[in-house]
């Protein structure tokens, strides 16, 4: 049975896929030998999402060229609703749980309704898309939020949405001031802390480290009072692992067959054997935080015995002699009184004969007078 408390990490597929079923699958696959929780699409009709003169972003002009627009180059990497119910259930098939982010309003419904997703993903682009927002909280299913390009201003917002979409029914009409005293009542609040979580993200394919900021997910944690993780678009699997260590609960991390596959994200994304390689360093780093108290560990008792050095006597001492200084010294003996009391044993008399290197048995007393 899976650990409810460890970090949840999602395989990003995304549009890697080409607009290829068969290479959703092989995706699939990769996501599933990498042992990752859920793999993870985008759904979307590239008519509502895009208009058709609108310029590529600087990296995907990078990595497919200049010569077809946003649109030309999304239509190309559209899937069918029809594709993503097979893609779907090959996913349960194999023992993976899908996931697709909806980057529209009829998507959003079709993965609500008709795949019956348990978890919603907002993209970062849609931050303040507040149909969206509102349309994804009153699913009532739990949902991640991306904040790549925000200040935590759009963030609050955007919970707003999200509360309000959580506690009210369609007769209340939604406004800029029934989101903010959504978002600041007792119960929406409480619907927030239920469902949602935050993913920090640089949206840059591939982000800088230098711009990554993964302090900031403490600055989510405190400012917002909700569970942090990462959608990291970083080379590598360095900044992830970090990011668990910082208390991170989810990671999303893009991944292809091939980074020299065309596309718009294969550059940015890991090759099958990082995606497994850091799935395993994930579940190591996360099964190695524990927990805040510290005390000896069932591993380590065996050693405290060996490891620990005691009170032995220095040369052999005779019963009743006055233990100074040069009676008693401190090794490891296997057991014994630990040297902290050293100073407590000083002035006092020794119960029985001693030879040298022998433990120190006295209990701590208060000291003789002479």
């Known amino acids: 049975m899976k650990n409810k408390n460890r970090v949840l990490i999602i395989a990003e597929a995304g549009v890697n896929h080409n607009g290829s079923i068969d290479l959703a699958k092989k995706l699939v696959d990769i996501a599933v030998e990498a042992k990752a929780d859920i793999i993870k699409f985008q759904t979307f ?30 239509k190309k990497l559209e899937l069918s609703y029809s594709d993503y119910i097979e893609i779907r259930d090959y996913s349960e098939q194999q023992g993976i749980e899908f996931m697709s982010t909806a980057f529209d309003l009829p998507s959003l419904d ?46 609050e917002m955007a919970l707003g949405v999200l509360a309000f979409g959580y506690i009210n029914d369609d007769k209340i009409q939604p406004t800029i001031e029934s989101f903010k005293s959504s978002y600041y009542s007792e119960i929406g609040r409480k619907f ?70 065309e596309g718009p994200d294969h550059k940015a994304s890991l090759n099958p054997t990082e995606l497994k390689k850091m799935v395993k360093a994930i579940r190591e780093i996360d099964e190695s935080l524990g927990e805040t108290i510290k005390v000896p560990r069932n591993s380590e008792l065996k050693n405290m015995i060996i490891a620990k050095k005691t009170l032995v006597a220095a040369r052999d001492i005779k019963k009743n002699t006055v233990l100074q200084d040069s009676d008693i010294t401190f ?40």
């Open 331 to 370: 090794k490891r003996a296997g057991g014994g009184i630990d040297p902290i009391y050293y100073w407590d044993m000083i002035g006092s008399k020794a119960l029985k004969d001693y030879k040298i290197d022998e433990i120190i048995i006295n209990r701590i007393h208060e000291k003789n007078q002479l």
């Open 45 to 74: 009709n590239t008519d509502l999402c895009i208009s058709k003169n609108v310029e590529k972003a600087s990296y995907q002009k990078k990595s497919t060229g200049h010569e077809e627009t946003q649109y030309e180059m999304v």
């Open 110 to 155: 079709f993965l609500s309704n008709e795949l019956n997703v348990s978890l919603l993903k907002i993209p970062s682009g849609d931050v303040l898309n507040g149909p969206l927002l509102l349309n994804a909280a009153k699913t009532r299913k739990k949902i991640i939020l991306s904040t790549g390009m925000c200040s935590l201003g759009d963030i």
């Open 192 to 261: 927030l802390k239920e469902n949602v979580t935050l993913l920090h993200c640089t949206t840059e394919y591939p982000a800088p480290y230098n711009e990554l900021n993964l302090k900031v997910m403490k600055t989510l944690r405190i400012a917002f009072d909700l569970n942090v993780g990462l959608s990291d678009h970083s080379e590598g699997i360095t900044v992830p692992i970090g990011a668990v260590a910082m208390g991170a609960k989810v990671i999303e991390k893009h991944f292809t067959i091939d980074r020299k596959m």
